[in-house]
């Protein structure tokens, strides 16, 4: 399989690489002429926020689900199967995180602390709080169907063992 870019060393590639880094440097001093101090202060806070914060809240979180689904599984005498689980922990995970990720773009939104959204675009800042919990009750529920379904499959083809 061929590399759509052009080989390395290649005078193309030096060029496209140099336009890269200009056009980021132009962006970055774009991005500090107004507030310097301030958007570095956002970029080190965000950072440090997630890492010491949020990962370790993450982790917490998926350990607990994991837990719970494994203990669920074990006291349901559930048949090991395929999913297993890791399996079925990908089913809370999967619509946790496109909520999650639906909740940080539109948390102004969803939270209602926007005053100038209806002026700037002509439209009511009401019901995305609705939405989003429609969507995400939507997104939960889809999973755990799926999971149902893929267990009620798994079981049925696994053989029975009252020989």
């Known amino acids: 399989m061929r590399s759509a870019l052009p080989p390395l060393g290649s005078p193309l ?15 970055g001093v774009r991005l500090l002429s107004g507030d310097w101090l301030g958007v570095v202060l956002w970029f080190v806070g965000a950072a440090v926020l997630h890492d010491l914060v949020f990962v370790p809240l993450y982790a917490a979180v998926d350990r607990a689900v994991t837990g719970v689904l494994g ?7 559930a048949p090991s199967t395929p ?31 926007v005053a100038s959204y209806e002026s700037a675009t002509g ?27 893929r267990l009620r499959r798994a079981t049925k083809q696994r053989p029975s063992s009252d020989h």
């Open 83 to 113: 999913l297993g689980q890791r399996g079925r922990t990908l089913y809370v995970r999967v619509p946790a995180v496109l909520s999650g990720l639906l909740l940080l773009v539109w948390f102004p939104l969803i939270s209602g602390r």
């Open 13 to 27: 590639r030096i060029l496209l690489l140099a336009s890269s880094f200009a056009l980021a440097g132009y962006a």
């Open 71 to 77: 203990a669920a599984g074990r006291r349901v005498g």
């Open 123 to 149: 439209l009511s800042a009401e019901g995305f709080l609705a939405r989003w919990l429609l969507i995400t009750a939507v997104l939960f529920g889809g999973s755990a169907l799926l999971l149902v379904s």
